[in-house]
T-cell receptor
C-alpha cells in the first residue's frame, strides 16, 4: 500500500527560528513530490520535486528530494508568524495509465512572535 | 480569471439525504480530483478523473458518486450510504499529459450533517 508520512505532526517555534519538515514515502511508480501550504482553506502550491539532489528555493523556503532514501525535506529559515500553517506533502504516482496524488497527514507549524 | 470554483461554501444536511457538491474549472485541465479532509488529517482521495466520461475510485470512494460529463465540471454526490460525511471537501485539477504537474485547488466546501 502506498504511504506518505510526515514528521513532526506539529511544531511550535519562535520568529527567526529555522525549521525542517520531513516527508518520507513508500510508493509504487513514483513520479513527483509536491509541497503545499494550507492556512485556512485551499492548499497553495510551494514546490514540485522530481529529481534527487536538486534544491528548489523560493525566498526563505527551500526543499530537496532524496529518491534513494525516499524522503524530502522542506526548510524554512528566519520564520515569521505568517509561516504558521499546515504544510502538506504529496507524492504523485502513476498506476494503470492513471495519475494520482497521495497526501501525508501534514505538519502543523505555529510561529510565535 | 482562471481557477477552480466550488459551491456551496458551507452545506448542512440532514441524515439520510443525498447532497451534491459542485466543482468547476476554467483552466482547461484534463484531470480533476475530489479529496476529503478531516480535522488534523491530510487529504484523502475520494474519486479522480483523467478525461471526460471516465473516472476512478480513490481510497475512500464508498458512499460517494461522481460524474464527468464535461471537461470543466466534476460534481461529487455524498449519498446517505456515507456513514460519516461531516468533513471539508476539496476539489482539485491538473494538466494530465506529461504527468508531472502541480494540482490547483478550489476553496473547498464544508459539509455538516445534522
Amino acid at each position: 500500500e502506498d504511504k506518505v508520512v510526515q514528521s513532526p505532526l506539529s511544531l511550535v517555534v519562535h520568529e527567526g527560528d529555522t525549521v525542517t519538515l520531513n516527508c518520507s514515502y513508500e510508493v509504487t511508480n513514483f513520479r513527483s513530490l509536491l509541497w503545499y501550504k494550507q492556512e485556512k482553506k485551499a492548499p497553495t502550491f510551494l514546490f514540485m520535486l522530481t529529481s534527487s539532489g536538486i534544491e528548489k528555493k523560493s525566498g526563505r523556503l527551500s526543499s530537496i528530494l532524496d529518491k534513494k532514501e525516499l524522503f524530502s525535506i522542506l526548510n524554512i529559515t528566519a520564520t515569521q508568524t505568517g509561516d504558521s500553517a499546515v504544510y502538506l506533502c504529496a507524492v504523485g504516482v502513476s498506476t494503470s495509465g492513471t495519475y494520482k496524488y497521495i497526501f501525508g497527514t501534514g505538519t502543523r507549524l505555529k510561529v510565535l512572535a | 480569471d482562471g481557477g477552480i470554483t466550488q459551491s456551496p461554501k458551507y452545506l448542512f444536511r440532514k441524515e439520510g439525504q443525498n447532497v451534491t457538491l459542485s466543482c468547476e474549472q476554467n483552466l482547461n485541465h484534463d484531470a480533476m480530483y475530489w479529496y476529503r479532509q478531516d480535522p488534523g488529517q491530510g487529504l484523502r482521495l475520494i474519486y479522480y478523473s483523467q478525461i471526460v466520461n471516465d473516472f476512478q475510485k480513490g481510497d475512500i470512494a464508498e458512499g460517494y458518486s461522481v460524474s464527468r460529463e464535461k471537461k470543466e465540471s466534476f460534481p461529487l454526490t455524498v449519498t446517505s450510504a456515507q456513514k460519516n460525511p461531516t468533513a471539508f471537501y476539496l476539489c482539485a485539477s491538473s494538466v494530465y499529459r506529461g504527468y508531472n504537474n502541480e494540482q490547483f485547488f478550489g476553496p473547498g466546501t464544508r459539509l455538516t450533517v445534522l
